[in-house]
């Protein structure tokens, strides 16, 4: 990869990014999908289903998907506005509800990472039914940029 | 019903809960929320580390239920706003957490947790929130 392109530019990135989404186990499990990619923007769906609901009295769906949906298209948004990719971690993430998600409809998102320097990346997030003016919910966020850790690395024993 | 079974009915009806096996202990009124490990919980296959967003998931259910305890209420609050802070990365093996409601006051609530797995002392990721408890939830509560 040349180091004057960005990880979300060229002919193949969508496809690249849709890799990317099903590449995380729990991003598949909940049926993310990539629907929209611009710069450093990048949007997605989260489909709505009846295993995910958190109030089985309304049927919304839980406050914890959309939070996994929001790091994760955080996260995504992220590594696109790199240079070279690299495994991103989240340092943190903050989650502002404005209102319910409405019961039975997907939950679609748009990720901005406005800022990235060598060590943390700064990404924004709206989630929305329609359109980002009438928002489920603000995330505000930061990851640790090349986050880089040996394959397997969670399964050694730890130092002492 | 003990309180142990009101809250493992509670859990049982979010079908969000079941989605990802969470299971809950209660000893007084101290409620600990179990997440037993399992492949589809997995953010980063390379590592492997669970989904930043399953571990803030797990806290934040820990906060809505510890609370729901807390303010003898049998409706879950809503959330507010949330803030999750990532201190290690999640290893493949079961996550246990714990919520501190550090105040409820008339409308609004303010709650802290924080999610570990081998060792209570070293945590995974830590939580803060508020969270809406209405008059009217809290007059319901018939305790």
Known sequence: MSGETHYGEGEDVFERVKTMMQWTPQGRALGFEVTKLEGNHVWGRCPYKPELIGDPETGVIAGGVITTFLDQLCGMAAVLAMKEPSMVATIDIRIDYMRAATPGRDVLAEAHCYKIGRNVAFVRAVAFEDNAENPIAHATSTFMVNATRKFGANLREKKT | ?143
């Not at chain 2, 009124?29 to 803030?56: F, I, K, M, Q, R």
């Not at chain 2, 959330?79 to 999750?84: A, E, H, K, L, S």
């Not at chain 2, 830590?126 to 809406?132: E, P, Q, Y």
Request: proline share 6%.
């Open chain 2, 1 to 143: 019903m003990t309180p142990q079974e009101r809250l493992t009915a509670a859990l049982a009806r979010i079908p969000y809960a079941s989605f990802l096996g969470v299971r809950a202990e209660l000893k007084g009124d101290e409620l600990t929320l179990v997440l037993p490990y399992s492949d589809h919980l997995v953010g980063n296959p390379l590592l492997p580390a669970l989904h930043g967003g399953v571990v803030a998931a797990l806290m934040e259910l820990t906060a809505i239920t510890q609370l729901a305890i807390a303010s003898k209420s049998d409706k879950f609050p809503k959330t507010i706003d949330v803030g999750f802070d990532y201190l290690r990365s999640g290893k493949p093996v079961d996550t246990y957490a714990r919520a501190r409601v550090v105040k409820i006051g008339r409308r609004i609530a303010n709650v802290q947790a924080e999610a570990w797995q081998n060792e209570r002392e070293q945590p995974i990721a830590a939580m803060h929130g508020h969270f809406l408890v209405s008059e009217e939830e809290k007059a319901g509560s018939g305790q």
